[in-house]
Antibody, heavy 120, light 104 residues
Framework: EVQLVESGGGLVQPGGSLRLSCAAS????????MSWVRQAPGKGLEWVSV???????YYADSVKGRFTISRDNSKNTLYLQMNSLRAEDTAVYYC??????????????WGQGTLVTVSS | EIVLTQSPATLSLSPGERATLSCGAS???????LAWYQQKPGLAPRLLIY???SRATGIPDRFSGSGSGTDFTLTISRLEPEDFAVYYC?????FGQGTKVEIK
């Protein structure tokens, strides 16, 4: 069974840093496109970042230059390093596998999410 | 950048009724480029439909997707109690704002 389990969320002050982890089982992170999607309290879904199997990375404009996506193949784990955090980064962060075809893309499966709260 | 507009924002229906949710894209990327997700409170989104009309593994056949280009529809033929949730469409890196299906 494929399972993604996020960890690392918590309360951090504005300007602070946090690193989220997403441990995968039944599934190889390095062989797949992996993404982070976030959801602010009471709001909709927002794509944050993706790392392709070949290592290329892409970011939403709202986090570019502040967040870094990476993976550790030996630990089969995806990461999101978040620096210079702002109040508007407060959200539940989900990791998800991304399937890309010539005509479409979709996110599946998803982890259970980890809550990041940026507040003084 | 693609903008996805979902309507209505809220749909109030009774169990057993048919639900029709719409998703409009600001531009056409490809004819079948759309996915649908269901999200219940406190849980992660769950993939329902990909490629506009293909059901994901384990999704009941009361869920169906249709449409192409810029206009897409998710239909739930007969609402079960567990179907009351928020539904999102997605294309490329963009999600719609969601439609809440609530019990009338």
């Amino acid at each position: 069974e494929v399972q993604l389990v996020e960890s690392g969320g918590g309360l951090v002050q504005p300007g602070g840093s946090l690193r989220l982890s997403c441990a995968a089982s039944g599934f190889t992170v390095s062989s797949n496109y992996m993404s982070w999607v976030r959801q602010a309290p009471g709001k909709g879904l927002e794509w944050v970042s993706v790392i392709y199997s070949g290592g290329s990375t892409y970011y939403a404009d709202s986090v570019k230059g502040r967040f870094t996506i990476s993976r550790d193949n030996s630990k089969n784990t995806l990461y999101l390093q978040m620096n210079s955090l702002r109040a508007e980064d407060t959200a539940v962060y989900y990791c998800a596998s991304l399937t890309v075809t010539t005509t479409s893309n979709w996110f599946d499966p998803w982890g259970q999410g980890t809550l990041v709260t940026v507040s003084s | 950048e693609i903008v996805l507009t979902q309507s209505p924002a809220t749909l109030s229906l009774s169990p057993g009724e048919r639900a029709t949710l719409s998703c409009g894209a600001s531009q056409s990327v490809s004819s079948s480029y759309l996915a649908w997700y269901q999200q219940k409170p406190g849980l992660a989104p769950r993939l329902l439909i990909y490629d506009a009309s293909s059901r994901a593994t384990g999704i009941p056949d009361r869920f169906s997707g249709s449409g192409s280009g810029t206009d897409f529809t998710l239909t739930i033929s007969r609402l079960e109690p567990e179907d009351f949730a928020v539904y999102y469409c997605q294309q490329s890196w963009t999600f719609g704002q969601g439609t809440k299906v609530e019990i009338k």
